[in-house]
């Protein structure tokens, strides 16, 4: 993802960071500076295929925690990359989706 | 919380539109689940990872209590309920979130009210309460659980009753009409009136209208605050004519 888009994404209200990684992991692109949560959308990313191995319950395609006291969290699992983001607590997940579909898109993450 | 509290809770959820399957999670096991027998194997499997996620959240000081796992065509949602069990949902993507969430909460609170142990049975009380001595909870079946009647499940004509028997009846009628209307939520509202009400005045069948006022007081929206205040005026005022008649 350029530089450009990554502006583009910051410039949603609701987002307050982010984090792109590839297949094994490592940071393509970040705005978070908080350490420990980017190792845990990072965790997010390599625990999803576990999940899927578990459940057989088909791919998955995001993981999203919501709190009350905490911004929210989440991470869209793509097959090259996925894309890890910190949203504003309150922000619905369906929300949040509609307004990032077009970087997923360009990103081969979700429905596309 | 008991095999039958945990089932009545998954009963209702599934009732949702939307909702296909729900399951509790605590300590390693599945206590109590609606999914087909097919992937019940994978469940305890499934709760353990939601669960160390979470766990994983909580230790980088993360309050994150509720998970949606999206899936091809579904979503599985887990809440993380008082810290004590995962309620794991299998929901289509279109759900109405608010719905579950408040449901949810009110399950939450109603865990913290009435504790993790099922209340003990109380004389003006039996046909609800003692469900869980008289039927084996694996076997539990919607449709087992006795409802009260608006007379409060005594059998007893009013005339061979007490006082204070009667008082049970009728304030159990309004606690029922609550529960038809609001389901699981019913109960909390009707503890936090019952206690201002006891509070407030003496407990009796002529404060039995302050009840309801305080009752409508508790409800949330005014149609919802105008229905059932209809209903209960029109059974207490019921119930005292039956009282005079006598």
């Known amino acids: 993802m350029d530089d450009d888009a990554i502006d583009e994404i910051m410039q949603i209200k609701q987002i307050k960071g982010l984090i792109q990684t590839d297949t094994e992991g490592e940071d393509v692109v970040s705005t978070i500076e908080d350490e420990q949560l980017s190792h845990f959308l990072r965790f997010l990313v390599g625990y999803a295929p576990l999940f899927e191995e578990t459940a057989e319950l088909g791919s998955i395609k995001s993981i999203i925690l919501t709190s009350n006291k905490n911004d929210n969290l989440g991470v869209f699992i793509g097959q090259e990359h996925s894309l890890g983001v910190l949203f504003a607590r309150g922000c619905s997940v369906k929300k949040l989706y509609s307004q990032i579909k077009i970087f997923l898109k360009n990103m081969s993450i979700g429905d596309e | ?246």
């Not at chain 2, 469940?43 to 994983?56: E, H, N, P, Q």
């Not at chain 2, 949810?104 to 099922?118: A, F, L, N």
């Not at chain 2, 302050?210 to 207490?236: C, H, M, P, Q, W």
Request: hydrophobic share 35%; glycine share 4%.
């Open chain 2, 1 to 246: 919380m008991s095999k039958l509290d945990m089932d009545k809770i998954l009963d209702e959820l599934v009732s949702f539109d939307g909702i296909s399957h729900s399951c509790i999670y605590q300590n390693e096991q599945i206590m109590a689940s609606t999914f087909p027998s097919v992937i019940q194997d994978k469940l305890s499997g499934m709760g353990a990872y939601i669960d160390k996620i979470f766990t994983s959240a909580h230790a980088i000081d993360r309050n994150h209590d509720e998970i949606h796992i999206e899936l091809e065509e579904n979503t599985l949602i887990a809440y993380r309920v008082n810290d004590d069990f995962l309620l794991i949902l299998m929901a289509a993507k279109s759900i109405n979130l608010s719905l579950v969430y408040m449901t949810i909460k009110s399950i939450e609170k109603s865990v913290k009210v009435h504790g993790i142990t099922p209340p003990e049975a109380k004389p003006s009380q039996p046909n609800f309460l003692n469900v869980s001595n008289t039927t084996d909870a694996g076997d539990y079946k919607k449709e087992d659980i006795p409802i009260w009647s608006l007379d409060g499940g005594s059998e007893d004509a009013p005339s061979e009753m007490t006082t204070q028997q009667k008082l049970e009846r009728y304030s159990n009628g309004l606690k029922k009409l609550l529960l038809d209307s609001f389901g699981p939520v019913g109960d909390i509202i009707f503890d936090e009136a019952s206690k201002k009400w006891k509070a407030l005045y003496t407990p009796e069948l002529e404060t039995l209208g302050k009840l309801v006022d305080l009752i409508t007081l508790e409800i949330d929206g005014k149609s919802e605050k105008r229905s059932f205040f209809n209903k209960a005026s029109k059974y207490v005022r019921r119930s005292i004519s039956e009282i005079e008649d006598e």
